[in-house]
């Protein structure tokens, strides 16, 4: 028998023991016994670590538990754009399921598996977890309740092939990486085009979780590694809390990992160069899940597997993952609540907000890192220089890793923002975010800082369905603006201030503003015509001696300037009375 026929009927008994799985899988929805532990033999484990389960299979495996043990709860959180509705799974040994109730005794973990529906080792190792648990092969944690999206990005777990992951070691089929939308979900969660991170928003504010895992494969380097963890940057996270995350939970991760023969390592942020020349810690801004979560005082990381690893292993480490960050969440379970109750305590008015950072060139860590050597050499296929790792070359070497950060983009926080009238996609996140806010009665009339957009870069190419806006600066001025009934306040002191902030200041590397929120401000929609306005701006600069003077010298000192007649009617249309007030005007106003 050749080796074609034998892998052919290899994948056609695995074929087969994954079809029995689900017939048996069904006949236990239906019925109220308590299935026999090899009756949750997962799709995982019965292609000896081949295959990962689909999303049908999945949540069938989920339903079947759930009418098994009474400890593990599903419900429906709204939908996502592949017209299947969002999952939540909790299990709770208590059997109950409030979260308002759960919360005042135990902490809860949240897992999102599936964001990236490629990406598929912890939708598996999920399934066996919960299994394992509530069969009594792993103890049911003291202090804390679990809660899983099974997968979260349905629409491309339905969009399933055998070849998009490039550089993916396994499984032997899975789903793509963007949504039925074709979103990254994983860039989506502050500007919300999706209607899978709506229903997250919904999910999150239900469970308000005090820690959050996020699975994912990685992308880059070569390594020993199988695990990589992606914390949520320390010093973003801030204050006790961070210091907790930094110095605590990181190596104790590490530690526990270890000790069952799993070595981990931060994850490994760099494209198409070797790691020991040293890397930063990655910057997970709101977009990104962790970043998100931060934004409400969430413990948060991604696991990264390594892509080139087998599949079996990454799921088998993914699992030990989370069986380690269930114990230490258990074992530092007041903490946790203490700690993340202080930090829910708004900013006081007029302190000092960090929108952006930069990385700290004062301190790093240094790290012990397990890689294979890597060689530029040349490439038969390009005639040009190439990386290429050499597996047969392990090494361990100090290396540095810049995992602390300093102020970049700092602002003083306001009593309060007012939002005008026809901003409703803007009032809607707010919402649904639970940022609560009142409208003005009557128009009234208060003095308030104001900004008008000063610079901004835009991207050339469309990025997440958005032409994003960066390094964007303001000019501030303090004056008495006429507001209408109807009109949001929106004040800072509330928990969620920090998500109310990022979101509506505009230098915010995540701000509406650069999400293109408000890019109707952005187009002057008044103008002049040159041969109308030449004699009124010879009017104007005759009755005001200081900007003649203005005119004058810049004149002189920009020669582009002054060799466009056009470019110097439209500068004194702009310093006249008839610039329209509207263009480039933020509508969003503070009180401090």
């Not at 979103?183 to 919300?192: E, Q, S």
């Amino acid at each position: 028998m050749n080796q074609v026929v034998r892998i052919h009927l290899y994948h056609a008994n695995i074929m087969k023991k994954i079809a029995l799985l689900s017939v048996v899988l069904i006949i236990a929805c239906c019925k109220n016994t308590a299935p026999t532990i090899s009756d949750f033999t997962t799709v995982f484990e019965a292609s000896n670590g081949l295959e990962t389960a689909t999303y049908k299979q999945t949540m069938r495996y989920y339903k079947a538990l759930a009418t098994s043990y009474p400890e593990i709860h599903i419900q429906t959180i709204g939908s996502t754009d592949s017209g299947e509705p969002l999952q939540l799974v909790t299990l709770n040994p208590d059997a109950k399921f409030n979260f308002e109730t759960i919360r005042k005794h135990k902490r809860i973990l949240l897992i999102n598996n599936g964001i990236h529906a490629g990406e598929s080792d912890g939708i598996d190792a999920t399934m066996m977890l919960y299994r394992d648990i509530v069969q009594g092969k792993i103890e049911f944690p003291k202090n804390t309740v679990l809660t899983t999206i099974p997968i979260y990005n349905i629409g491309g777990s339905l969009n399933r092939n055998t070849t998009s992951r490039t550089n993916q070691n396994g499984p032997l089929s899975y789903g793509f990486r963007a949504n039925a939308k074709n979103y990254d979900l994983n860039r989506d969660f502050i500007k919300a085009d999706s209607k899978n991170a709506r229903s997250f928003a919904k999910l999150f504010h239900l469970v308000q979780p005090d820690v959050f895992i996020d699975t994912h494969v990685s992308n880059g380097a070569d390594y020993q590694y199988t695990l990589t963890h992606l914390l949520t940057q320390h010093n973003k996270l801030g204050g006790h809390l961070g210091h907790f995350l930094n110095t605590v939970i990181h190596p104790e991760l590490e530690r526990k990992l270890s000790k069952k023969q799993w070595d981990i390592t931060p994850y490994v942020n760099v494209f198409n160069r070797v790691p020991e020349t040293g890397f930063s810690q990655f910057m997970d801004y709101p977009r990104y899940s962790t970043g998100y979560t931060s934004l409400f005082n969430t413990l948060g990381m991604m696991v990264e597997t390594h892509m080139l690893k087998p599949y079996k292993q990454r799921v088998n480490g993914t699992y030990e993952l989370l069986k380690s960050m269930i114990a230490i969440t258990d074992e530092q379970s007041d903490t946790i609540a203490k700690l993340r109750k202080a930090a829910q305590k708004p900013y006081k008015n007029n302190s000092v907000y960090t929108l952006d950072w930069k990385v700290d060139t004062t301190k790093h860590t240094t790290i012990n890192f397990k890689g294979f050597e890597g060689n530029i050499i040349a490439s038969d296929l390009t005639g040009q220089k190439r990386l290429k790792y050499n597996r047969n070359a392990p090494f361990t070497k100090p290396v540095t890793y810049n995992n602390y950060f300093v102020p970049k983009t700092q602002v003083t926080v306001p009593k309060a923002y007012i939002v005008t009238q026809g901003w409703e996609n803007v009032m809607e996140l707010l919402a649904l975010n639970n940022i609560s806010f009142t409208r003005f009665k009557n128009d009234t009339t208060i003095t308030v800082e104001s900004y008008k957009i000063n610079t901004f870069n835009t991207r050339s190419s469309p990025y997440e369905g958005h032409y994003l806006h960066s390094s964007t600066t303001v000019n501030t001025t303090n004056k008495a603006v006429a507001f209408r009934a109807g009109d949001y306040l929106v004040k800072t002191n509330q928990k969620g201030f920090r998500y109310l902030i990022e979101t509506l200041e505009p230098s915010g590397p995540d701000s509406f503003f650069n999400w293109n929120f408000f890019d109707s401000i952005l187009q002057q929609k008044e103008g002049f015509s040159p041969y109308v306005w030449e004699d009124k701006a010879k009017t104007l600069l005759d009755n005001n001696s200081d900007l003649q003077e203005k005119f004058i010298t810049k004149k002189k000192t920009d020669k582009a300037f002054a060799s466009n007649a056009y470019a110097q009617l439209d500068w004194l249309h702009k310093h006249s009375k008839h610039y329209e007030k509207a263009h480039l005007q933020y509508p969003v106003y503070r009180i401090r």
